[in-house]
């Protein structure tokens, strides 16, 4: 929250956090208290991809799918090129800005969407960052990875050649 890249973000894209992953409510919570917009990820399963929705509260209408993913049951599509930061999350992360999901490509597809113009931010447990990790063809590296550690930004998504 104290980076600069927060402070200027205007529309924030988090997930939904599961009981294993670093817990995103209070990211949800500053952003409506600085007058941010938040969206998370609606999944159309069958499609395979995400749609951003805007959402004003993380109690209500909200369900919980497969895998116990939860996300909205309404709210406003955002457009993704009006997102300016994504959060990101991960079972693992490497030091070099890529990381291991849940296998199905959801944020990777999202990511490498034309129309996406924002930086994406990885959180993790200091345990999830390993050295290096394997990277497919339509793996897309992270603009920066908070963990309890620090901040890492990576130089091939940095901030000053957006």
């Known amino acids: 929250m104290s980076t600069p890249e927060f402070a200027a973000a205007r529309v924030v894209m988090l997930y939904l956090s599961m009981p294993t992953e670093v817990d995103t409510a209070p990211l949800a919570l ?4 600085q007058g941010k917009t938040v ?3 609606k999944v ?3 499609q395979r991809r995400m749609l951003p929705v805007e959402i004003t509260s993380l109690q209500t209408d909200m369900t919980t799918t497969r895998p116990g993913v939860r996300e909205p049951t309404a709210g406003k599509p ?3 090129n009006l997102i300016d930061l994504v959060v990101v ?3 693992g992360f490497s030091e070099t800005g890529y990381r291991i999901g849940r296998g199905m490509g959801f944020y990777d ?5 034309e129309q996406f113009l924002g930086l994406s931010c990885g959180l993790a447990f200091s345990e999830q960052i390993v050295p290096d990790l394997p990277v497919l063809d339509h793996d897309m590296a992270l603009s920066m990875l908070v ?3 620090g901040i890492r930004r990576f130089a091939s ?5 957006r």
């Open 30 to 33: 500053r952003c409506w208290q």
């Open 39 to 41: 969206v998370v990820p």
């Open 44 to 46: 159309a399963w069958n």
């Open 78 to 80: 955002i457009p993704v």
């Open 89 to 91: 999350p991960g079972l």
């Open 109 to 113: 597809r999202f990511l490498a969407q």
């Open 147 to 149: 963990s309890d550690r």
């Open 157 to 161: 998504n940095c901030i000053e050649q």
